[in-house]
């Protein structure tokens, strides 16, 4: 496997009045191509800022977050964006759906934004809801559906395109635990057959005892972290 994200000394700070808050120091990080890594901590303990950084959506106060090798600072907004858009599958702790459309447009939208003719990807939307439990539900607004619901709309969408990474802030968290073990199913076979590597942040234990790794974020910092 080759190194896909590198973290090199970074640090990430968020002035307030009363001074600079501290949430990453110094960190050191490689994600290899095609694992399944995932990261615990308690909350505020920067799980999701990490997150952020590796997606492009937030820049280091120090240090520097690489892309194959690439400082991902050097990239411009536009590169960014189709970066975000082409490579990248996010799965955010809060949904970012669009109420007012069905199951199937949200996890269309971002596909068609990026140019995709909507015939070559319908029959892969509905294949993804069908994947996640969702298949008899496609067609209802997003304000009709539950949270949980909704939450394995957001993963759909995030895998629609087969992104080469997904990015997870707790893809289980809001899911009883028949749909939680629908959606882990789903991201081993993700990273099985597609070699997809996955990032996930979550505080569900079997979830991450399931990765290949799992890393917990403390005082600024990853750690090993083992399960028995």
Avoid: W
């Avoid at 920067?46 to 400082?71: C, I, N, Q, R, Y």
């Avoid at 007012?100 to 003719?117: D, T």
Wanted: proline share 3%; with cysteine.
């Amino acid at each position: 496997m080759s190194a896909l994200f590198t973290f090199q000394n970074v640090g990430k700070t968020f002035p307030l009045p009363g001074g600079d808050l501290e949430i990453l120091k110094n960190l050191h990080l490689t994600v290899q191509q095609g694992e399944m890594l995932g990261i615990v901590g308690a909350s505020g303990s920067g799980k999701s800022t990490l997150l952020h950084l590796m997606g492009a959506l937030d820049s280091p106060s120090s240090g520097h977050v690489l892309f194959e090798g690439k400082d991902m600072e050097s990239m411009t907004a536009d590169q960014k964006a189709a970066f975000r858009n082409r490579i990248l599958g996010f799965v955010f702790q809060f949904h970012h759906l669009l109420p007012e459309f069905s199951a199937l447009e949200n996890v269309l939208m971002p596909a068609l934004i990026g140019g995709a003719r909507r015939s070559a990807v319908t029959a892969l939307a509905c294949e993804m809801l069908e994947r996640v439990g969702l298949g008899q539900r496609m067609g209802c607004k997003i304000a009709t559906l539950s949270g949980g619901e909704r939450q394995r709309v957001a993963i759909a969408r995030a895998v629609l395109l087969k992104p080469r990474v997904l990015l997870a802030d707790e893809p289980t968290g809001n899911l009883d635990e028949l749909s939680g073990a629908q959606v882990e199913t789903l991201l081993h076979d993700l990273n099985r057959e597609l070699g997809m590597t996955l990032v996930v942040v979550t505080h569900n234990r079997e979830l991450a005892a399931a990765m290949h790794r799992t890393l917990e974020l403390k005082a600024g910092t990853l750690y090993e972290k083992c399960f028995v």
